[in-house]
Nanobody, 128 residues
Framework: QVQLVESGGGSVQAGGSLRLSCAGS????????MGWFRQAPGKEREGVAA????????YYADSVKGRFTISQDNAKKTVYLQMNSLKPEDTAMYYC?????????????????????WGQGTQVTVSS
């Protein structure tokens, strides 16, 4: 059974940092796409960052480039999202997702419909 378990959310002031973790189990971790998405109240779910676990390629939304870093620990089957210089507009529920079937190959990671497995989400709140 595939499981994704997020942790690390919380409340910080603008300019602060948080690190989210997503521990995966129940699937072969190599050669999959792991993504982070977020959804604020009343807004659509948007892609934040993604990593292809086989080659390590990473992708970011323009709004977080230079501030967020996605990384992985293959041995632990864990993906991280280091978030620095946080802004109030980063406030959202953050979700980890996995594409195990190649739907996002070629860098097509932004469409959340292509990710078949999701974590429960972790709340990030940034106050001004």
């Amino acid at each position: 059974q595939v499981q994704l378990v997020e942790s690390g959310g919380g409340s910080v002031q603008a300019g602060g940092s948080l690190r989210l973790s997503c521990a995966g189990s129940g699937f072969t971790y190599s050669s999959v796409c792991m993504g982070w998405f977020r959804q604020a109240p009343g807004k659509e779910r948007e892609g934040v960052a993604a990593i292809y676990t086989g080659g390590g390629s990473t992708y970011y939304a323009d709004s977080v480039k230079g501030r967020f870093t996605i990384s992985q620990d293959n041995a632990k089957k864990t993906v991280y999202l280091q978030m620095n210089s946080l802004k109030p507009e980063d406030t959202a529920m953050y979700y980890c997702a996995a594409d195990l079937y190649g739907r996002t190959y070629g860098g097509r990671w932004r469409n959340h419909f292509d990710f078949g497995y999701w974590g429960q989400g972790t709340q990030v709140t940034v106050s001004s």
